[in-house]
């Protein structure tokens, strides 16, 4: 498994590639934004872990940059620790976010949970196919693939997650717990911005209007649920 490592710190650049080489990662460093879009332009990586305070270009501007073309996992190593600057890294389709100083260790499982999930979303073609279908969304468990009215929606490995999660129980409504339990699996802490975030932006992806959607409604004072019955 390739990583991108984008961090200007030298130090802590160095301290995170030697950890996770240890682990049989194969690390390329980027010391500043347009070596990072460089270096991600002309090679293919399994995970991105990205410092937002970065030189030349920022770490947003490198985040907006990668999601134009991919849906790799991207996670954030920052020192910003604002729910501004989260939720602002999460809606422009981070899929984690690691404020600084972290452990080593902290970082290492982040980092398998992320590859695993994104393993997981690319499929496995020994699979047998699979459609799930609710209004115009159609959804192919065999290559992780989404429709609707047959134009393809590109869709971060959350994103896919929850909207399987949803559309697999239609007739389930999921507590904003319930969800990052069963789609990050990892312990909820009561943070509910990770959750709120990506729901933001499959509605954003999904919905002729977001205000008003049809596919993933709320369900006030308890959570989410499918709209469109299958």
Known sequence: MRILLVEDDLEIGMML????ETENFEVVMARDGREACEK????????VLLDLMIPAVSGMDVLQHIRKDSVVPVIIVSAKDSEADKTLG?????????TKPFSV???LARVKANIRRSTQYNGDASKQEEMIRAGEIEMNLADYTVTKAGNKIDLTAKEFEILK?????????????QIYSLVWKDAYYGDENAVNVHISRLRNKLEEDARNPRYVVTIWGIGYKLGVMP
């Open 90 to 98: 999460l809606g422009l389709g981070a899929d984690d976010y690691i």
């Open 40 to 47: 991600f332009g002309v090679s293919c990586f399994d995970l």
């Open 17 to 20: 590639k030697d950890y996770l």
């Open 105 to 107: 260790a902290e970082v």
């Open 165 to 177: 999660l949803l559309m697999q129980n239609p007739r389930k409504v999921y507590t904003k717990e």
